[in-house]
């Protein structure tokens, strides 16, 4: 078997992807050789480039992107608890010819904010969007003792779905309560996306505002709520966060994000 290591992320499209840069960084720190690519695998193709790297003994698995997330989580041979909470794995680790489904989204959520002191324990939660990120943000504020999450989105049943799977409460966009924390988990901000703050009138100063948008990292959102008061959380730290847990998965360790994030 070869030294060097591979990996890579998978979406259709992926070329926009940070992963490879990121990850090489942690590579270089923690003294691996590893090939991360971002490699587009069409929907068709998925089954057939899965079962071809899962024989592979150089490969340590691959972060996986939209649009996925979902059908590598039915492929997968096993399915780790976040994963078969969230109905979606962003990494599959290969461990011996089986393929492990996991989400680091939610450790990454946890770690973003504990970076930050902001606890989920006891917290009143906001996830301002239903996809599949705000799943991820539900079921690390569940897991961590959140009092009370609430899912707000324009769309009330597709709110209503997510907050039932976890035991949240539902609600549009515009009738938010007031919580000490308020996630952005929708692309708004996002380049290409529209630039507005979905950050609730009465969010009161004090309260932490965190974005899962980065790119751009200065998102209207957190500048909306740096001019409230607000204490704020980047999606860079929530990149970089899922990204190191990711990495833990591969090789049983987490890189020193100090040295990766300058």
């Known amino acids: 078997m070869s030294d060097v290591r591979r990996a890579a992320v998978i979406g259709h499209p992926v070329a926009h ?6 990850f090489a960084r942690f590579a270089a720190a ?7 690519e971002a490699i587009d695998v069409p929907p068709d193709e998925l089954a057939a480039t899965l079962a071809r790297w899962r024989t592979l003994p150089e490969f340590v698995g691959c972060n996986v992107t939209l649009p996925h997330k979902e059908r590598a989580l039915a492929l997968a041979d096993r399915v780790e ?14 461990d011996g010819d089986a393929l492990v489904a996991d989400n680091t989204d939610v450790a990454g959520v946890e770690a973003a904010l504990a970076q930050h002191g902001v606890a989920l324990r006891g917290a009143r939660v906001a996830i301002l969007g ?29 709110a209503a779905a997510v907050a039932a799977a976890f035991g949240a409460f539902a609600c549009a966009l515009d009738d938010v309560p007031r919580a000490d924390l308020y996630v952005n988990a929708t692309p708004v901000g996002m380049e290409g996306q529209p630039q507005l703050s ?14 899962l948008v980065y790119v751009p990292e200065d998102t ?14 980047t999606g ?6 899922q990204a190191a847990a990711t990495f833990e998965r591969w090789f049983g360790f987490v890189p020193t994000l100090s040295e990766t994030t300058a």
Do not use: H, K, Q
């Not at 608890?81 to 290969?94: D, I, W, Y």
């Not at 003792?145 to 009330?156: D, K, M, P, Q, S």
């Not at 860079?236 to 966060?241: E, H, I, K, Q, S």
């Open 81 to 94: 608890p976040s994963a078969l909470a969230c109905g979606a794995a962003n990494v599959l680790t290969r």
């Open 130 to 158: 239903a996809g599949g990120a705000a799943r991820a943000v539900a079921e690390a504020a569940r897991r961590s003792g959140a009092a009370r999450i609430t899912v707000a989105a324009r769309n009330l049943d597709r």
């Open 30 to 36: 923690s003294g691996i050789a590893l090939a991360y």
């Open 236 to 241: 860079t730290t929530m990149f970089v966060a």
């Open 198 to 211: 979905l950050l609730p009138a009465n969010a009161p100063p004090g309260a932490a505002a965190f974005d």
């Open 17 to 22: 992807s940070r992963s490879p840069a990121l």
């Open 220 to 233: 209207p959102y957190l500048i909306d709520a740096r001019a409230r008061g607000l204490r704020t959380v």
